[in-house]
């Protein structure tokens, strides 16, 4: 690139961005380009270690007064981590948009208000969740790929009470992670997309580890942290020939005005069968 890119990276709940494109982020914010990171809901009901845990476990819990209080005692407490991974892999922007992941559906203020940021921030290059990810109708993740979606077709024309001008954002990075996972249950029976975009982020693999250890609140740190870029980055290495790897789904085609071949594949090509298991046999350290 002539010129630094403009990256924002979008998630649902406050681990996302990292399990996703945590990699990747730390790769651009290391070559000098913007990126910035937007959570859309507090978080407070998913996975956390006091409300979807604890209280799993409680005959009665507290009431509506004091439940609130601890939910968004809890939603700071995520909002801390945050900002703690983010340090790590190098990104100083951070937007809490604070919805409820009680119920997460695609409305006019939250499509509104992303625009708007989208419109200020002017993104080249915006990461998300694919929108048909599992059921796509329940799914917080698959909800967050719509409003991205919609907010990002809004941000191409004006808005009253915004003054920004639009803004198109140039291509659309899915999160591979779940999109095109195991056909588990009827609704990821539909198949159809794949993961074509791999990043190679072996070299940075620690920094996304160290991320991850940072959620404690979520339950990301120790040793699920290990599991899951083992199991999922691992297998997004395999496929792309290397260690580990985050995988994307490109939202269209490219257009080129020489055939696009990386360095990655020229090296590849260079590779023993040998060399090539070597190269994907790193692990990283399970202390």
């Not at 799993?56 to 909002?79: A, I, Q, Y």
């Not at 074509?196 to 699920?224: E, N, P």
């Amino acid at each position: 690139m002539t010129q630094p890119l403009r990256i924002v990276s979008i998630g649902a709940h406050p681990a996302d961005i990292f399990d996703q494109s945590g990699g990747t982020m730390a790769h651009h914010t290391s070559r000098g380009d913007y990126v910035a990171c937007v959570v859309l809901t507090h978080g407070a009901r998913v996975h956390d270690a006091v409300i979807s845990d604890a209280m799993f476990h409680r005959e009665e819990v507290p009431d509506e007064t004091e439940l609130m209080k601890l939910m968004e005692d809890r939603s700071d407490v995520k909002g801390e981590e945050v900002r703690a991974a983010c340090k790590i892999v190098g990104v100083e922007d951070i937007y809490f948009f604070g919805a409820d992941d009680a119920v997460l559906l695609v409305t006019d203020d939250m499509v509104r208000r992303l625009a708007k940021l989208l419109r200020e921030l002017r993104p080249d290059v915006v990461l998300t969740h694919f929108p048909k990810e599992n059921d796509a109708l329940t799914n917080s993740h698959a909800i967050t790929g719509q409003i991205v979606m919609h907010a990002i077709s809004l941000a191409v024309s004006v808005d009253p009470g915004d003054r920004n001008p639009p803004h198109r954002v140039a291509a659309v990075f899915f999160f591979g992670t779940g999109a095109a996972a195991v056909p588990a249950n009827v609704w990821r029976s539909e198949g159809g997309f794949y993961n074509d975009v791999f990043i190679d982020i072996t070299d940075v693999v620690d920094k996304k580890l160290a991320a991850l250890d940072c959620l404690v609140s979520q339950g990301y740190g120790g040793a699920y942290a290990r599991k899951r870029i083992e199991t999922s980055d691992g297998a997004f290495g395999v496929a792309g020939g290397c260690a580990y790897a985050e995988g994307f789904i490109s939202l269209k085609a490219e257009t080129h005005y020489y055939l696009p071949v990386t360095e990655h594949a020229l090296k590849v090509a260079r590779l023993s069968d040998h060399q090539l298991i070597e190269q994907r046999s790193y692990r990283i350290s399970v202390d």
